[in-house]
Nanobody, 129 residues
Framework: QVQLVESGGGLVQAGDSLRLSCAAS????????MGWFRQGPGKEREQERA????????????YYQDSVKGRFTISRDNAKNTVYLQMNSLKPEDTAVYYC??????????????????WGQGTQVTVSS
């Protein structure tokens, strides 16, 4: 079982950048596909979290939600047991709680909340206009 802890959120202005980190512990990090999801204001159920990006354990392939392509980059450092989300050109509509997630199950692209078994506690990102 893996434990996940996000960090790096904050309050920024539109056009700024942030880098989120998610540190994993408790199991072999390289066993897991990793993903980032976000949950906007007024949405409280886990199923309402929106897919942002994922990175596969096997080959490091990455996949993104269309609205963040070209602005966000997901990466992982297996030596540091950490996955990152570099967010550039932030927009007010990116405001959300961002969650890191892990799955050891096999999917071509893990982009649904039910694909993931482990979640972090979330980190708030607020983008002002």
């Amino acid at each position: 079982q893996v434990q996940l802890v996000e960090s790096g959120g904050g309050l920024v202005q539109a056009g700024d950048s942030l880098r989120l980190s998610c540190a994993a512990s408790g199991d072999t990090f390289s066993r897991y596909d990793m993903g980032w999801f976000r949950q906007g204001p007024g949405k409280e159920r886990e199923q309402e979290r929106a897919f942002v990006a994922t990175i596969r354990r096997s080959d490091g392939s990455t996949y993104y939600q269309d609205s963040v392509k070209g602005r966000f980059t997901i990466s992982r450092d297996n030596a540091k047991n950490t996955v990152y989300l570099q967010m550039n050109s932030l927009k007010p509509e990116d405001t959300a709680v961002y969650y890191c997630a892990a799955t050891a199950r096999t999917f071509f692209v893990a982009r649904r909340t039910r694909d993931y078994d482990y979640w972090g506690q979330g980190t708030q990102v607020t983008v002002s206009s």
